[in-house]
């Protein structure tokens, strides 16, 4: 038994007590993914190869992590591993991209083309793949990947969505690329070589790349709807223990809300056919999907909240949402597309955000109290707005200006989506709609409250989460309202069912001389936000369920109160 505890990983079949690469086990001091990276690193070479005299190089910097699947490893994703144990990017995928990105006659002379009877008459270049030019590849190695969809928006009971997954990928690489000819060549042809290889590698190379993997710094986006953002909440943590802000979490973000949304237009199957469409997926022989979503940081900062067990990594980041179109589209679907991205950007940016904790607004903004009287708290929540003026101005000017125009946003949003899914020869039918899934975006399913907040300091429903919303009035029969800790606002394990915003309400300043002259102006108050998706149950079916009942009585109150009071929430959209 001892001898067979010195095979390293690499080498070890897949099975309990020998090597489980993929799972994450609890309570150990050492995942088998982290030893496999442990022990390929110590035998790989410190020195990266070198190309010939005769190869034309260029480095390019990676934005985020590149994942190549070397599809040798039986329950894990790695690199492709060349001599001496270095990862690389291999000349034949670098040729398929880069012949993706030609014209028809660049393809031909530089690729190669079929001559007949099986022959194929090969082009002038020789692609040599691309090597990380230093030894940085050697950190962060392992990579979490960490499934929510089936139990964000669908509530599907199953193991998938509460374990995570560990891949290997390179993080923030500097990739070395290699190209020759077999004849000579001008220096304005080799410029005109390169520029074609920067388009191929701005659509993503490797795995994963809608999601933002394998995206180079400066990346070419082919959609001009581009929004700068900027955001701080809670970065996801390694395994190794350090923080990580994750592009990948964009992306996720709109697929959710796209399937909440189609959930709401349509039945469950043609919805998931719709989101696997623009993200893709990977039902039957897999599909690539029409969009691809990065983020292009510009600031970020890493930083750690709380102490011992409620330690939590940081981020506060700045940067460009950039999307990209994968396939060729006819110019009437395109412009859809475009107005399906500014729907789903804005709307996750009106109700939530991206990132962990997405559904409870930032507490360090908008709840001090709750941090000061009691040490030992979690980080709760995480806040995002429009950067920059001209993301400002255009995002509220066609997005959220006033509170009572929610509804009709919601709706534009909605007929955005529609009107995709009439190309795509599906036809929206709101008596058809995902009934069974917890946020279904239907009026059926879901219920809009707002108010306006004054400044950071009046949000009026972020206290209801950790204390009662009621005091009790004995002598009027009148009970305590407390909705803590129940299915409707959530807790450990179980999923809430309300949503808190404070989004931050921008103001219109129009030139009366010009129509087209259109100033921001950034105000101290916010919309404050709540989502509900109520219970399905019915009065006479469950009058014990004290869960029900707290739901019930939270939602008289809220009734309630927009009826006595006017700087209460009001019902805005939903029956």
């Known amino acids: 038994m001892y001898l067979a505890n010195k095979v390293p990983m690499m080498f070890r079949a897949q099975t309990n007590g020998r090597c489980q690469l993929q799972r994450i086990q609890q309570e150990v001091s050492e995942q088998d993914c982290q030893r496999w990276a442990k022990e390929w690193v110590e035998k790989a070479d410190s020195q990266p190869p070198e190309f010939g005299n005769d190869v034309q190089v260029k480095s390019y910097e990676i934005n985020w992590r590149v994942v190549t699947n070397g599809g040798q490893d039986d329950g894990i994703v790695r690199p492709v591993i060349g001599a001496r144990g270095y990862p690389?990017?291999?000349?034949?995928?670098?040729?398929?991209?880069?012949?993706?990105?030609?014209?028809?006659?660049?393809?031909?002379?530089?690729?190669?083309?079929?001559?007949?009877?099986?022959?194929?008459?090969?082009?002038?270049?020789?692609?040599?793949?691309?090597?990380?030019?230093?030894?940085?590849?050697?950190?962060?190695?392992?990579?979490?990947?960490?499934?929510?969809?089936?139990?964000?928006?669908?509530?599907?009971?199953?193991?998938?969505?509460?374990?995570?997954?560990?891949?290997?990928?390179?993080?923030?690489?500097?990739?070395?690329?290699?190209?020759?000819?077999?004849?000579?060549?001008?220096?304005?042809?080799?410029?005109?070589?390169?520029?074609?290889?920067?388009?191929?590698?701005?659509?993503?190379?490797?795995?994963?790349?809608?999601?933002?993997?394998?995206?180079?710094?400066?990346?070419?986006?082919?959609?001009?709807?581009?929004?700068?953002?900027?955001?701080?909440?809670?970065?996801?943590?390694?395994?190794?223990?350090?923080?990580?802000?994750?592009?990948?979490?964009?992306?996720?973000?709109?697929?959710?809300?796209?399937?909440?949304?189609?959930?709401?237009?349509?039945?469950?199957?043609?919805?998931?056919?719709?989101?696997?469409?623009?993200?893709?997926?990977?039902?039957?022989?897999?599909?690539?999907?029409?969009?691809?979503?990065?983020?292009?940081?510009?600031?970020?900062?890493?930083?750690?909240f709380g102490r011992g067990p409620f330690r939590t990594p940081t981020y506060d980041v700045e940067g460009q949402l950039c999307f990209s179109l994968t396939q060729s589209l006819s110019k009437e679907k395109k412009k859809a597309l475009q107005k399906v991205v500014k729907a789903l950007t804005r709307f996750a940016m009106v109700f939530g955000g991206f990132g962990k904790s997405w559904r409870r607004a930032d507490h360090r903004l908008f709840f001090q109290d709750y941090y000061e009287h009691e040490e030992g708290k979690p980080l709760i929540g995480c806040h995002w707005q429009w950067s920059g003026e001209a993301s400002q101005l255009n995002n509220t000017r066609y997005g959220l200006r006033n509170l009572n125009k929610l509804s009709s946003f919601i709706e534009k949003v909605r007929n955005d989506l529609s009107e995709w899914m009439q190309l795509q020869g599906i036809t929206p039918d709101p008596n058809h709609y995902a009934q069974q899934w917890r946020e279904a975006w239907h009026p059926e399913k879901v219920q809009v409250w707002g108010r306006i907040a004054e400044d950071a300091e009046d949000s009026r429903a972020i206290e209801w989460f950790h204390q009662p919303y009621r005091r009790a009035i004995p002598e009027a029969d009148i009970p305590e309202g407390n909705i803590k800790q129940s299915s409707l606002t959530g807790y450990i394990g179980q999923i809430g069912r309300i949503w808190h915003r404070m989004y931050p309400r921008i103001k219109l300043l129009q030139n009366k001389n010009d129509p087209n002259d259109i100033k921001i102006k950034p105000t101290s108050q916010y919309f404050e936000l709540l989502t509900i998706f109520p219970s399905d149950k019915k009065d006479d079916e469950d009058e014990e369920d004290d869960d029900y009942k707290k739901e019930k009585h939270f939602l008289d109150f809220l009734e309630q109160e927009q009826q006595q009071k006017q700087d209460m929430f009001t019902k805005l959209w939903g029956n």
């Open 88 to 304: 690389y990017y291999p000349g034949t995928s670098m040729k398929g991209a880069f012949r993706r990105a030609c014209t028809q006659q660049q393809a031909e002379r530089y690729c190669g083309y079929p001559v007949g009877n099986g022959d194929y008459a090969p082009g002038i270049l020789r692609f040599h793949g691309g090597y990380p030019a230093n030894n940085n590849w050697q950190t962060n190695l392992v990579d979490l990947v960490h499934p929510q969809q089936k139990r964000q928006v669908k509530d599907v009971k199953d193991n998938e969505g509460s374990r995570a997954f560990a891949q290997i990928s390179l993080y923030q690489p500097t990739l070395k690329f290699g190209i020759s000819s077999t004849i000579p060549l001008e220096d304005s042809e080799w410029e005109t070589i390169w520029q074609i290889w920067e388009k191929a590698l701005s659509a993503g190379i490797g795995c994963r790349v809608s999601a933002g993997y394998g995206q180079p710094k400066q990346k070419q986006a082919n959609l001009s709807y581009q929004p700068r953002l900027k955001g701080q909440g809670m970065a996801s943590q390694l395994l190794n223990g350090e923080g990580e802000f994750r592009p990948n979490m964009f992306k996720a973000a709109l697929r959710g809300h796209a399937l909440r949304l189609f959930g709401g237009l349509t039945t469950p199957e043609k919805a998931d056919s719709l989101v696997d469409q623009l993200f893709g997926g990977v039902k039957g022989q897999g599909t690539v999907g029409l969009l691809g979503v990065t983020f292009q940081t510009d600031h970020l900062e890493l930083d750690e």
